[in-house]
T-cell receptor
């Protein structure tokens, strides 16, 4: 079974630009969550999507947005990039069920903002 | 407000020794506590998890101890091996189907040969 895939793996952008990151969940998984990982703040929750609907959102500015498609693939977008947006962006997918389901993480997209 | 506090930040253990990582949480609504292991260049992978109705859970060399009254839980790695060298994150969540994890800031473990 293929794992969570994220593209691209590495990105270099300059301040003020925007960027779109992509995540393909494990087949059959309908929930996709995004996390930002930095050395200072650790792993912080961005948002979670299920069946194309954002169900939960973390404490990030509106420059961070996302969406989910009917095939459960998800994208996140960051507009007007700032130096502080440099981070590893992780996507995780899980099945939906009556109990908590394990989140499977992708390898992440390393974003560097210059 | 940091809802899950993890210590130590880094840890060096000799091969064969016991590695202990501690976490404390604030939100009493949390009802599921997973530990994740992350190697460089990889995403976090679930190692072991516990619910608050259990005080201890063991899987191989990895054991979680849970103290509900103190709102603390810890990971013990017995017979630590160089291959265990990684960053470990504790996390907490509410089982509601929303799959939102609140992470500790991580512990970088180095097991010396």
């Amino acid at each position: 079974k293929a794992g969570v895939t994220q593209t691209p793996r590495y990105l270099i952008k300059t301040r003020g630009q925007q960027v779109t990151l992509s995540c393909s969940p494990i087949s059959g998984h309908r929930s996709v969550s995004w996390y930002q990982q930095t050395p200072g703040q650790g792993l912080q929750f961005l948002f979670e999507y299920f069946s194309e609907t954002q169900r939960n959102k973390g404490n990030f500015p509106g420059r961070f947005s996302g969406r989910q498609f009917s095939n459960s693939r998800s994208e996140m977008n960051v507009s007007t990039l700032e130096l502080g947006d440099s981070a590893l962006y992780l996507c995780a997918s899980s099945r939906q069920g009556p109990d908590y389901n394990e989140q499977f993480f992708g390898p992440g997209t390393r974003l560097t903002v210059l | 407000q940091q809802q899950v506090k993890q210590s130590p930040q880094s840890l060096i253990v000799q091969k064969g020794g016991i590695s202990i990582i501690n976490c404390a949480y604030e939100n009493t609504a949390f009802d599921y506590f997973p530990w994740y292991q992350q190697f460089p260049g990889k995403g976090p992978a679930l190692l072991i998890a516990i619910r608050p109705d259990v005080s201890e859970k063991k899987e191989g060399r990895f054991t979680i101890s849970f103290n509900k009254s103190a709102k603390q839980f810890s990971l013990h790695i017995m017979d630590s091996q160089p291959g265990d060298s990684a960053t470990y994150f504790c996390a907490a969540t509410i089982i509601s189907g929303y799959s939102t994890l609140t992470f500790g800031k991580g512990t970088m473990l180095l097991v010396s040969p």
